[in-house]
Each structure stands twice: as structure tokens, then as C-alpha cells.
């Protein structure tokens, strides 16, 4: 079984949650979006950091538990710009990967933390974000189970973005209780997970805190677990 937990920081203004985050949930893996590189520590309890985007306002990181994996690989990938990039370049990286092993079940896989373009862009180029995510995961390890998790910004139409998904091989999984509820109007769903090779067994929204977005714990397993 692995546990991720995946948390927009809303500007770095939630960083300080972090280590309750994984104290108190026993993770193996966290992805944060909107975090500040230059504020965060190599290690959060047991979890050291594989990798963070340098240049983004807007930031990505990931940390893992170095007691059970070991990390090949991690790449930050830049995907197709909205207006919203071009004019105020909060995010020059939208995707950060890390290939791990996993050394209790032997196998290996990708995880990704994933910020798509805000609602001010359309969803058919969210969906071109995360078509070229599922890609570049794939060259980061090719044919292995991946997760991607993070701010997809997609509260509506969930039917067709599933269906979309499926088409690059992939699983989307929301939690069972909306995870944004800032302004009325835009409250849903914008914080889940497309998996591939994997089993999601749950994607449970955790308490709000100082972000305008609530964290999510992913419980999965691989798909074919080999004993």
C-alpha cells in the first residue's frame, strides 16, 4: 500500500502545515503545488525531498520516504502555456516526476506532482496539460504504474475529462467530498488523482487549513501486486 498526500500550498501560505501533514498520516510520498522552493526543507519527518522547481512563483515539490524507496530520477516539465502564464509567469513548470523504487514490493514507479493552468484558461487546454503530462511520465518511466496527482483546476465536467484520460491509458479518481470551497460559485473538486497500473483504493479529503484548497490523501496499491 502507498499514501500520498497532495497539498496546493496557496502560495507557500500552508508550508507550515507540512509536518503535521505527514507526522500524523504516515505517508510515503507528498506532492505540493504552490509552495516556495527556497522555503522548504530537505527533510519533513521521514520524508526527504527528491526534487522542487527553482524558477516558479508558483512551485512544485515532491518528498518521499527514503526507509522505502529510493529515488532513480526527477524531471520538471514545462507544458503548454495559458494567457494567464504568458502575461503574469506564475508557473513556468507545471509537472514535477520522480522515478522511484520501491524496495518493500521490489518494483518501481512514477510519481507527479501537477498544477494545471488556472480557470481563466479553457478546459481543452487543461486537457492538452494533462495529455503532455501522461506523456512525459511515460519517458520518465516508461510501461511502470505512475501516479499524478495535484491541482488540476477542473471542478466541472469531470465525465468528459475522465473519458479523456482513459484514452491516454489512465485512471481519474476524485475524493469523495469536494476539496475547494473558497467562492460559492467555484467550489468542487479540483484536487485528485489520474493513476495508471495502480489500484485506487481511496481519495479521502483532509481537514481544511490556511490553503483556499483542502489536502488529499491517496491510498493505492499496485495493480498487480507480486508477492
Not at 503574469?88 to 493552468?117: Q, W
Not at 479553457?122 to 492538452?128: A, K
Not at 476524485?174 to 475547494?180: C, H, I, K, P
Request: with cysteine; aromatic share 8%; glycine share 6%.
Amino acid at each position: 500500500m502507498i499514501r500520498v498526500i497532495s497539498y496546493n500550498l496557496r502560495e507557500n501560505h500552508a508550508v507550515g502545515e507540512i509536518v503535521d501533514l505527514v507526522e500524523h498520516n504516515s505517508l510515503d510520498v507528498l506532492c505540493l503545488q504552490e509552495c516556495d522552493s527556497a522555503d522548504l526543507p530537505d527533510e519533513v519527518g521521514e520524508l526527504s525531498l527528491a526534487d522542487s522547481t527553482k524558477d516558479n512563483r508558483l512551485g512544485l515539490a515532491l518528498y518521499y520516504r527514503k526507509g522505502r524507496f529510493t529515488a532513480v530520477k526527477s524531471a520538471t516539465f514545462a507544458l503548454k502555456k495559458s494567457l494567464h502564464d504568458r502575461l503574469l509567469a506564475p508557473a513556468h513548470e507545471r509537472l514535477l516526476g520522480t522515478r522511484l523504487i520501491d524496495n518493500e514490493e521490489k518494483r518501481e514507479l512514477v510519481v507527479a506532482s501537477f498544477h494545471a493552468a488556472p480557470l481563466t484558461a479553457l478546459n481543452s487546454l487543461r486537457r492538452n496539460q494533462i495529455r503532455a503530462a501522461h506523456a512525459e511520465l511515460r519517458v520518465l518511466g516508461d510501461g511502470l504504474p505512475a501516479l499524478m496527482v495535484g491541482d488540476y483546476n477542473y471542478p466541472w465536467f469531470k465525465k468528459g475529462l475522465s473519458e479523456h484520460v482513459a484514452e491516454n491509458g489512465y485512471d481519474l479518481t476524485l475524493s469523495e467530498t469536494r476539496t475547494y470551497t473558497r467562492y460559492k460559485f467555484f467550489r468542487g473538486h479540483f484536487d485528485f488523482a489520474t493513476s495508471m497500473g495502480l489500484r485506487i483504493d481511496r481519495v479521502e479529503t483532509l481537514k481544511q487549513g490556511m490553503s483556499d484548497h483542502m489536502p488529499i490523501l491517496v491510498t493505492a496499491d499496485y495493480a498487480e501486486v507480486s508477492r
